[in-house]
């Protein structure tokens, strides 16, 4: 297996965050916008909103997003970068992905939660009628904000659902705002009707996880610590969920300080669902064709199991059962000349 194969092989991506994914070309058009100076060379930006080689955390990882956050805060710029996000994917076979944001982000201007969205929307659908592939969104509420923040954001999300949005997560600080502090505002989002996965142990702690799975949520966005913890890879296994699995992420945020730290073996092992995501193209300087090649190298996964992740990733994915039955098709046309 080469890395050209891979680029060709389809592909389905849940878990890719907008405002960590923007092209360095797209972010040199935004900031323009702004009039905001950068540096004239690609590799002096680069360094600018990529992840600190030396991050000791999630929270350090996290700094370059204070970096992209003035640059999307109105409807232009978030539609723009929807639609550089979507021509990525697209150019590495992406057939189907889930891009989210989280509309607070974009509310320092005045925008509202739902102007966000609809223009993530609108930017995704542009991407849709340029190229083969089909853009969903998903919003995210952020840990770290106040609760009514959130709840609010949701509201005003849920009549985007089924036109282009189409679920909902909570990114940001896990380690100080766990799912059990967060459990209201999951209830609320769940009683919008609102399709949740949601970040949980991506900072050593697998009861996060669990308490995930107990409030009935079957797509963990990293799902890292559940690597040394049998019985909670066995609650994950039981409820049908779906890891949504960042390799090169969880190295950069040390939730894995190694390949043997990093949970793929161990849900392998015990035949639970995985899918491979970038997480942040941009962040994590990486593409969903490199995450597919360390995968291959570091844990020898063959095209036929690529395959499969494929296809849990279309099960678990929160578009509708018809789209889910063309993009499997799809998937197996793709693949056949491979296997
Ligand atoms: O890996 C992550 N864990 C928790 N939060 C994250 C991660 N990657 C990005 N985010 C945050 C920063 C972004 O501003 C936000 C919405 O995309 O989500
Ligand atoms: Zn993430």
Redesign the pocket.
């Known amino acids: 297996m080469d890395e050209h194969t891979l680029h060709q092989l389809g592909k389905v991506e849940l878990h890719c965050?907008?405002?960590?994914s923007l092209s360095l070309e797209m972010i040199r058009k935004l900031a323009a916008r702004i009039n905001l100076t950068l540096p004239a060379s690609d590799e002096a930006l680069r360094q600018l909103v990529t992840a600190p080689p030396d991050a000791t955390d999630?929270m350090d990882?996290?700094k370059p997003?204070d970096f992209?956050?003035p640059l999307l805060q109105t409807k232009e710029a978030l539609s723009m970068a929807a639609y550089d996000v979507v021509a990525q994917a697209a150019a590495e076979n992406v057939r189907y992905i889930e891009v989210?944001?989280?509309p607070i982000?974009s509310m320092d201007e005045g925008l509202s939660a739902a102007d966000t969205i609809q223009a993530v929307i609108d930017g995704l659908h542009r991407g849709m009628a340029q190229f083969d592939i089909i853009a969903r969104a998903l919003v995210?509420g952020?840990?770290q904000f106040p609760a009514a923040s959130n709840d609010a954001m949701f509201k005003q999300a849920a009549p985007l659902l089924g036109h282009g949005l189409v679920g909902g997560?909570f990114?940001?600080?896990?380690a100080d705002f766990p799912p059990a502090v967060l459990q209201t505002s999951i209830q609320k989002a769940q009683r919008l009707g609102i399709p949740l996965t949601l970040?949980a142990g991506?900072c050593h702690c697998a009861e996060n996880i669990y308490l995930a799975l107990q409030f009935g949520i079957q797509r963990i966005?990293?799902a890292t610590a559940l690597t040394h913890e049998p019985k909670v890879i066995q609650a994950f296994v039981e409820r049908g969920a779906t890891a949504e699995l960042?390799l090169t992420?969880?190295l950069q945020?040390r939730?894995a300080t190694s390949l043997a730290d990093f949970p793929y073996q161990a849900l392998r092992a015990a035949e639970a669902k995985v899918t491979i995501n970038t997480?942040?193209r941009t962040?994590s300087n990486t593409t969903l064709t490199r995450e597919y090649w360390l995968f291959a190298q570091n844990f020898g996964v063959t095209i036929a199991d690529l395959l499969q992740f494929n296809h849990d990733a279309v099960t678990a994915a929160f578009c509708t059962e018809a789209q889910k039955a063309v993009l499997h098709q799809r998937l197996d046309a793709d693949y056949r000349p491979y296997l």
């Open positions: 965050h907008l405002d960590g999630l990882y996290l997003f992209i956050r989210r944001f989280a982000l995210c952020m840990r997560d990114a940001g600080n896990e970040h991506e966005g990293h960042c992420s969880n945020t939730a997480d942040n962040v």
